[in-house]
């Protein structure tokens, strides 16, 4: 039998990785033909190395240089070789929280992932389900987007829509949300690795599963 290669994915995060877990457990349980080839952090006491090295993947904390909100060109520099050293297939952002523009965009086009707690294009940014909660609006949900230029305005891939409830906190329709997340975002892997999701300008074409021949 041909062995093929896996699809492999490189989750960045700067966080409790709540989402890498729920991308490696469903790899784990054959849910998704992909494995985690790398995890890298920005932050050295991550949740997300740990729960990375506990499943025995690749976790390294890679420190983010000078800036508080990017990379500055050297690390940006040290991630793209430590990812193509991997034979990174896509880019998974799961809470990193710094911006990626340019030099490494163009190295991984089309190729990076991200997850955003709102329908966007409403309330891109940060805590975007404060934003929906102070706006008043009666749904919020999550989007999956590929990363372009812009803050969290690539073309959009899947979304969820999460109700907001009366009497709802901040504590509580983030928590709903995260809910959502970890639903939808190991549903894309699974698109991705089958390679049925494809970007026509704006839209993304999500392509039938192959009948078996
Ligand atoms: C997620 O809620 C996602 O919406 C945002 O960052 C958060 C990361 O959480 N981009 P976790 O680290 O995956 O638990």
């Not at 699809?7 to 849910?31: C, Q, W, Y």
Request: charged letters at 25%; aromatic letters at 6%.
């Amino acid at each position: 039998m041909l062995s093929q290669k896996r699809f492999r994915i490189g989750v960045l995060g700067s966080g409790k990785g709540s989402n890498f877990v729920a991308i490696a457990d469903a790899i784990t349980r054959g849910e998704v033909p992909a494995e985690v080839a790398l995890v890298i952090s920005d932050v050295e006491s991550a949740g997300i190395l740990q729960h990375a090295r506990d499943r025995k993947l690749p976790a390294e904390f890679v420190a983010p240089g000078k800036f508080r909100t990017k990379l500055d060109e050297e690390t940006e520099r040290v991630y793209i070789q430590k990812l193509r050293d991997a034979e990174i297939d896509l880019i998974v952002l799961a809470g990193f929280m710094r911006i990626l523009k340019g030099d490494f965009l163009r190295a991984f086009a089309e190729r990076v992932v991200n997850i955003h707690p709102s329908l966007l294009p409403s309330f891109p940014g940060l805590e975007a389900w404060k934003q929906a909660l102070d706006y008043g609006v009666k749904i919020t949900g999550c989007t999956v987007h590929f990363v372009d230029q812009g803050v969290d305005s690539g073309p959009i891939i899947a979304q969820e829509i999460v109700p907001v409830l009366d009497g709802d906190t901040a504590e509580t329709l983030h928590a709903r949300i995260q809910q959502a997340e970890r639903k939808i975002y190991p549903a894309v892997m699974r698109g991705m690795a089958e390679g049925r999701i494809l970007i026509k300008g704006r839209q993304t074409i999500w392509k039938r599963g192959e009948e078996a021949v």
